[in-house]
């Protein structure tokens, strides 16, 4: 599908966009379709110019106040119309299935990691010396990309997403003390303001095994964890504050089908003790995943209730 097409342009366009959101109903067995795009979808309409090489390359990244300030919010549903018109068409699609249609959003925090190193990294050192030398630039950006996520993420409910997962992808790298201090409040901003929406609300923060007692009182619906964390012991811990969400490892898909199998029921039972267990990965599948042993994950998981 990707073919002789460049990867932000398959973004927007809604045909291909919606059939291979649909791939994995047909294709795997999932129960729920999470719309085809990426978290840097909304940023060009801010007025930065983003290339993938494969991941996110900035043409200027964000060193100074000026910037930040002359960074734009548009109203998304005028700067990525394709969007809307995408979880629409799903929708419409959905309908008659009984399937749930699930938008998304990239976290401020994770936004800003890109924007400020200008690129992915091991270990964001650029971004991680500006929390500590350019406090109030920092702080500005990461206001103006919560305000952006949130109208985006509000405007998705409006086009037919039915709940909304934010993925923050590196605010893992942070100790418990700054992500209290950075993260925490913003994760908390965009629950409260999105209450109103009614849509469930889904956090993953990845590499968060040290952070999720902090993710239980954000006001997220759903915390989903990555596989380093305990199933079992953080269903124990908050899981009748927040339902949960995960959390095999994607390489498990691998396993022959049985081992498979076996580790679906290990999950199931862990999550049992929570107040509500979403059986999913603890992250996405990686472009190496066996789309046998996603059928088997899938299928194993459909046989639970039988």
């Known amino acids: 599908m990707r073919e002789g097409i460049a990867f932000l342009d398959m973004c927007r366009d809604v045909e291909r966009a919606v059939e291979v959101s649909l791939q994995p109903i047909d294709l795997v067995g999932s129960e729920a379709v999470i719309f085809f795009s990426d978290i840097f979808v909304p940023i060009p309409g801010m007025g930065v110019e983003v290339d993938f090489a494969p991941g996110p390359v900035m043409a200027e990244p964000i060193r100074t106040r000026a910037q930040v300030d002359a960074l734009r919010n548009p109203d998304p549903r005028e700067s990525t119309p394709f969007v809307y018109d995408i979880l629409r068409t799903l929708r419409a699609e959905l309908e008659g299935r009984g399937i749930p249609l699930l938008g998304f959003a990239g976290a401020p925090f994770t936004l800003a990691a890109y924007l400020v190193e200008g690129a992915g990294s091991r270990d964001f050192s650029v971004l991680k010396k500006a929390l500590y030398r350019e406090e109030a630039m920092m702080r500005a950006l990461l206001d103006h990309l919560a305000e952006g996520?949130?109208?985006?993420?509000?405007?998705?409910?409006?086009?037919?997403?039915?709940?909304?997962?934010?993925?923050?992808?590196?605010?893992?790298?942070?100790?418990?003390?700054?992500?209290?201090?950075?993260?925490?409040?913003?994760?908390?901003?965009?629950?409260?303001?999105?209450?109103?929406?009614?849509?469930?609300?889904?956090?993953?923060?990845?590499?968060?095994?040290?952070?999720?007692?902090?993710?239980?009182?954000?006001?997220?619906?759903?915390?989903?964890?990555?596989?380093?964390?305990?199933?079992?012991?953080?269903?124990?811990?908050?899981?009748?504050?927040?339902?949960?969400?995960?959390?095999?490892?994607?390489?498990?898909?691998?396993?022959?089908e049985a081992?498979?199998?076996?580790?679906?029921?290990?999950?199931?039972?862990?999550?049992?003790?929570?107040?509500?267990?979403?059986?999913?990965?603890?992250?996405?599948?990686?472009?190496?995943?066996?789309?046998e042993g996603v059928r088997a994950f899938t299928a194993a998981a459909r046989g639970l209730a039988e």
């Open 149 to 256: 996520v949130i109208a985006y993420l509000a405007a998705q409910v409006e086009a037919g997403a039915q709940a909304l997962q934010l993925f923050d992808t590196w605010a893992g790298l942070l100790s418990r003390e700054d992500y209290a201090h950075w993260v925490q409040p913003l994760h908390r901003r965009i629950a409260e303001a999105l209450q109103e929406t009614g849509a469930p609300l889904i956090l993953y923060v990845n590499q968060g095994s040290h952070v999720t007692d902090f993710m239980a009182e954000t006001g997220f619906d759903v915390v989903s964890l990555d596989w380093r964390v305990d199933l079992g012991k953080a269903a124990e811990d908050f899981g009748q504050r927040v339902s949960l969400q995960g959390n095999l490892d994607p390489c498990a898909l691998a396993a022959p």
């Open 259 to 291: 081992e498979i199998a076996r580790a679906v029921e290990t999950l199931a039972a862990a999550g049992r003790g929570a107040r509500g267990h979403i059986l999913n990965l603890g992250h996405g599948c990686l472009p190496n995943t066996p789309v």
